[in-house]
């Protein structure tokens, strides 16, 4: 299908992300991945984990292209999407992983507590989430280009910009979820592991 969204950072990100999860999500069965974008992630992670159930979702006016997506891969492991905007009403699950990719620097910081407060909601008791992005560590930039790409997001519209491991690691906390690891990743992105803890 010609007429399907592209991603070229999905396609450069997509394997190094896939070389963690495939190991961090071994033993998950169904997972809610939250902001799909276009649906190539969708389709490369379920294509190579294929004893996950992959949920992708996103808000409604990305839905079409996930959908073009998921209809030309026909795998047997990605129900069609879901339509979720992290202020309003999750679907019940409950999954045992959240995965979510380049979101927290696009959502405005209501919404990013929103994603973490809806999580304890929508997991199971003992569930894995994975978010992979830019992120700053202790206030700082980790690159110069992340603080130009971080100024380019902030003069598009003033709720965007990277976030800082602390602080979204201090929701995470206060969802249930204990963090497991931070990966550094290329291009200065990293992928950041928790797990629900009782």
Known sequence: MDDKPYSAACERNRDPILGVLRGFF??????????SGTGQHAVHFAAALPQLEWQASDRAENLAGIRAWLSEAALPNT????EL?????WPGGPYDAVFSSNT?????????EALFAALPRATTPAA???IYGPFNLEG????????AFDASLRARAAHMGLRDVAAVDALARAAGFARIDGVALPANNRILLWERRA
């Open 26 to 35: 071994a033993d998950r069965r169904r997972v809610l991945e939250v902001g």
């Open 79 to 82: 129900p069609a999407p879901l």
């Open 85 to 89: 905007d992290a202020t309003g009403s």
């Open 104 to 112: 927290l620097h696009i959502m405005g910081w209501p919404e990013v």
């Open 128 to 130: 894995k989430l994975a």
């Open 140 to 147: 700082r930039y980790t690159s110069d280009s992340n603080a």
